[in-house]
């Protein structure tokens, strides 16, 4: 099969190219999927660079890639099924996100458990539903679990313009907020188009420094010091970061560090996380996609021997949803 593959760190268009594999064969609790469209996340870039140097040593390999497919999630077709399978058959259309699993997105085929997938919504297509799983269910966990979130209560979305930004909004007005995104110009009129209540230019208007106070802020952007973030917030509210960080060394890891231990003597809730994968979740998801409550929202597509542009198109940290990668 065809995959893209990484040997060593770099830049995209150095270190990532097509080649010919073998087709991956699952074990016992995992399933065969044919890739349709895949989908490019923030993190990406990262990955494929080795920078911050602190991921390295958190699983993805000090000196080299540890997997050397990269990519998390996908939609496609089950190839084939293995006896402890009970979820699947061949010829379903499936859709989720394998990260973790060895078994990268960016190739012609994959293997993962049985609880990565749930059925693809027949109301969408393969590219949409690759747009979804890790960004939708991020917004999810971290507006619902982190955030504590309660119908009524005012919500400010900082980075609601990228993946798991135009999920946020579209999730938090689901969730019942009132919902102010924060965005550049020239996605304002797509924050509005996804149902924010207000939509904040941050090249025309600094958020921290306006009279509204926010029950709860989801941090993807992360460009903000703490102490501006918490000036947007009620006495009683709620920060959840979820961001990236710049840096060539540790990168966003003292925000996440620094935030929750303030916590203990705040009155506002600081929170960090990073999304885990979950079933649950997906299917959730998948549940309001079906019901047209959920919509993706993609700026490009690339075929997968495009793939290093994508992902070095992501890096510039300026699409506008997700980009995704045709297979």
């Known amino acids: 099969m065809k995959a893209i593959v990484q040997e060593r760190y770099g830049p995209p268009n150095d270190v990532l190219g097509l080649k010919d594999i073998d087709k991956p064969v699952p074990t016992d609790d995992e399933v065969l999927v044919q890739v349709h469209a895949a989908s490019a996340n923030g993190g990406d870039p990262e990955v494929v660079r080795g920078r911050p140097y602190v991921i390295r040593a958190m699983g993805f390999g000090l000196f080299k890639p540890k997997n050397k497919i990269l990519g998390d999630d996908i939609a496609g077709r089950v190839e084939a099924v293995r006896k402890n399978v009970e979820r699947f058959q061949p010829g379903d259309e499936v859709f989720g996100g394998i990260f973790g699993t060895g078994s990268g997105a960016f190739a012609e085929y994959v293997c993962a458990a049985q609880d990565r997938f749930a059925p693809k919504p027949p109301n969408i297509t393969f590219e949409q539903a690759a747009a979804v799983p890790a960004s939708a269910v991020s917004a999810l966990q971290g507006l619902r679990d982190q955030g504590q979130f309660q119908p009524g209560q005012k919500a400010l979305i900082n980075g609601a313009s990228g993946g798991v930004g135009t999920f946020a909004v579209q999730i938090a007005k689901l969730l019942g907020a009132e919902v102010t995104a924060v965005c550049s110009t020239r996605n304002v009129d797509t924050a509005g188009s996804l149902g924010a209540d207000h939509v904040i230019d941050y090249t025309r208007e600094d958020f921290t420094r306006t009279d509204q106070r926010y029950d709860l802020m989801l941090d993807i952007a992360g ?55 979950s079933h649950e979740d997906l299917v959730y998801v998948k549940n309001l996609l079906e019901a047209g409550k959920l919509t993706p929202i993609i700026e490009r597509t690339y075929p997968l021997s495009q793939t290093p542009q994508a992902i070095s198109y992501v890096e510039e940290g300026h699409a506008q949803g997700k980009v995704v990668i045709t297979v």
């Open 223 to 277: 460009r903000r010091s703490l102490s501006d973030c918490r000036r947007v917030l009620t006495s009683r509210g709620t920060y959840v970061f979820m961001g990236g960080g710049r840096g060539r060394w540790v990168g966003a890891l003292p925000r996440y560090v620094t935030t929750p231990a303030l916590s203990p003597f705040l009155s506002q809730r600081m929170r960090a996380f990073v999304a885990t994968p």
